[in-house]
């Protein structure tokens, strides 16, 4: 069965700084990786995505995520936090060879203090 | 493209009535769409997994009465809520899966948050 694991509830980040919200993932194929952007009371909007090719992917609003493969880790990640990015984060896995559905995360809350 | 609708947005109602919430693909076909239910800052629990034309597969704690899963048409799925009880009261997300290809992108409706008194 396939897994995906969001070590953080709460991640708080300065406006300006650098941020990174977490997540690793268990499989038994080739992942394909997903991270997802929800803000209160809204739908899932898609980020960015892994299915292969670079480890690193960019995605929307300027952020991108590292495929570690020996990590099994996919961390998001953005250079430098609005405020508007305040939202919260999910990670998602397809496994390759189910091909069925997502798993998510249990999600990141992600605060970027003015 | 690749825009999924939900209606309602909100619902209010009594306990003991029924609920119907639709998922709409507004620009692509979708033969599979997926139901999740969402607690408060929790994550996106799957409910069922419709395909057009055949039966929901139900995941496994969900009442198949309870929660009724049509799929009638390649855009449309709906959910309907029989005899709401508060418990109920959920945000409720749609996703639609783009062609007939299990590896094709799931796009997500902007969700309908249902209140029963």
């Known amino acids: 069965a396939q897994s995906v694991a969001q070590p953080e509830d709460q991640v708080n980040v300065a406006e300006g700084n650098p941020l990174t919200v977490k997540c690793t993932y268990s499989v038994s194929g080739n992942p394909y990786l997903f991270w997802y952007v929800q803000y209160p009371n809204r739908g899932l909007q898609f980020l960015l995505k892994y299915i292969t090719g670079d480890n690193l992917v960019k995605g929307s609003y300027g952020f991108e995520a590292e495929f570690n493969k020996s990590q099994t880790s996919f961390h998001l990640k953005k250079p430098s936090a609005l405020v508007s990015d305040s939202a919260l984060y999910f990670c998602a896995v397809r496994d390759s060879g189910s091909a069925r559905q997502l798993t998510f995360g249990s999600g990141t809350q992600l605060t970027v203090l003015p | 493209g690749a825009v999924v609708s939900q209606h309602p947005s909100r619902v209010i109602c009594k306990s003991g009535t029924s609920v119907k919430i639709e998922c709409r693909s507004l620009?692509?076909?979708?033969?599979?769409m997926f139901w999740y239910r969402q607690f408060p800052k929790k994550s996106l629990m799957l409910m069922a997994t419709?395909?057009?034309?055949?039966?929901?597969?139900?995941e496994q704690g969900v009442e198949k009465d309870k929660f009724l899963i049509n799929h009638a048409s390649l855009t449309l799925s709906t959910l309907t809520v029989t005899s709401a009880h508060p418990e109920d009261s959920s945000f409720y997300i749609c996703?639609?899966?783009?062609?007939?290809?299990?590896?094709?992108?799931?796009?997500f409706g902007p969700g309908t948050r249902l209140t029963v008194l």
């Open positions: 620009d692509f076909q979708a033969t599979t």
């Open positions: 996703s639609a899966r783009r062609g007939a290809s299990s590896y094709n992108e799931q796009f």
């Open positions: 419709s395909n057009e034309g055949s039966k929901a597969t139900y």
